[in-house]
């Protein structure tokens, strides 16, 4: 019988949290597109203590961020042994791509925000979404 291989814990935990930071932007870039977004925050405008817009899109991408760190940890956890079917694989890599495609069509649309608010939305997003993709990524490889 065949001896399982790891991969060192460092480099799962680096791959996680990229693609968890990726897919909380690409939330992040979606969301701005339909109005959920975190400059809402910025807005001297609004009557409202906060937008619910804006807090719906902060627990999206902070869910994203750390769904997207602990699936793609327990993922190349598992990939190493050989227990993911090429299948899956080819499938899970068809949805990344998809998503990813649209968060760059998203973002290169005009942008509905002020620039100043977009760029600090923009920042707040990809410090969350790392926040929370280390987290989930940290946890799945404590429970493995």
Excluded: K, N
Excluded at 17 to 25: C, N, P
């Amino acid at each position: 019988m065949a001896e399982t291989t790891y991969f060192p814990r460092r480099l799962i935990l680096a791959g996680a949290m990229i693609s968890g930071v990726l897919l909380a932007l690409a939330v992040h870039m979606l969301g701005a597109r339909y109005g959920l977004d975190l400059g809402g925050l910025w807005r001297a405008d609004t009557r409202e203590f906060m937008p619910a817009g804006a807090a719906i899109a902060w627990w999206m991408i902070a869910g994203v961020g750390f769904c997207g760190g602990y699936f793609t940890a327990t993922l190349m956890d598992s990939a190493v042994a050989g227990q993911i079917p090429p299948r899956m694989r080819q499938f899970l890599i068809a949805i990344g791509v998809l998503v990813l495609a649209g968060a760059g069509q998203a973002a290169s649309a005009p942008s509905p925000i002020p620039s100043i608010s977009g760029v600090l939305a923009g920042l707040a997003a990809l410090g969350l979404g790392a926040a929370m993709a280390f987290c989930g990524a940290h946890f799945a490889l404590r429970r493995a």
